[in-house]
């Protein structure tokens, strides 16, 4: 596989539950983003790690917990969400200079109930 | 305060017309970097192209064009002869320099959503 592969696709879970989005990148990149895009708003930057240390939190509630084990790995793990954090979730990667673009994944598509 | 401002939230075109999709930022910084993005139905954002602040030359790739006018800070997006394939959203989007090593906080604008008729 190429790219950056993002799973599940799709998500439902309810307030309670606790799931995990999967990301994964195959092009060697070094930093990796979470970004929410939600109907009718821009992407909102969630997370950032470079050289698998978190440098961005953009002030996210707790309830989303990232994990980076390796530079080709990112995890979001959720836990009693609302029904607002319904969205679309992307992962990206880049190499970790400025001018270097960002290479997304299809999203996960999450509805919480 | 960093912004970028896509004001047109979709068009609509018919097959071969051509398009333009505009793009308004601000920022305080000298040395940034502007992008655009293209998210087809399917979800994924792809890349499509990168300018920074010192490189005021316009672009053309195929049926795309950029036009960067740092004097009215605007990074505009023209596609010649459109085609139903072009429809997705596309978004604007604005980085300023590294930040603890990695690329930054990327803006981006709302997206405008281009609908090409045949």
């Known amino acids: 596989e190429t790219g950056v592969t993002q799973t599940p696709r799709h998500l439902v879970m309810g307030m309670t539950n606790k799931k995990s989005l999967k990301c994964e990148q195959h092009l060697g990149h070094n930093a990796m983003y979470w970004y929410k895009q939600s109907a009718k708003k821009p992407l909102e930057l969630m997370f950032v790690?470079?050289?698998?240390?978190?440098?961005e939190n953009n002030s996210v509630p707790s309830r989303f917990s990232p994990e980076c084990p390796n530079s080709s790995h990112l995890f979001l793990h959720l836990h009693t969400l609302q029904p607002e954090d319904s969205a679309l979730y992307l992962c990206?990667?880049?190499?970790?200079?400025?001018?270097?673009?960002?290479?997304f994944g299809n999203g996960t598509r999450l509805t919480v109930t | 305060a960093q912004k970028v401002t896509q004001a047109q939230t979709e068009i609509s075109v018919v097959e071969k017309e051509d398009v333009t999709l505009d793009c308004v930022y601000e920022t305080r910084d000298t040395t940034y970097y502007l992008f655009w993005y293209k998210q087809p139905p399917s979800g994924e954002l792809v890349f499509l192209i990168r300018?920074?602040?010192?490189?005021?030359q316009n672009e053309i790739s195929g049926r795309y064009s950029w036009n960067f006018q740092k004097s009215t800070s605007s990074f505009n997006f023209t596609i010649t002869a459109s085609q139903v394939v072009d429809s997705a959203v596309y978004f604007c989007a604005l980085s300023e320099t590294n930040y603890g090593g990695s690329q930054g906080n990327l803006i981006f604008g709302k997206g405008t959503k281009l609908s090409v008729k045949p």
């Open positions: 790690y470079s050289l698998e240390e978190r440098v």
């Open positions: 990206a990667s880049s190499q970790d200079k400025g001018d270097s673009p960002l290479h």
């Open positions: 300018r920074n602040s010192f490189d005021e």
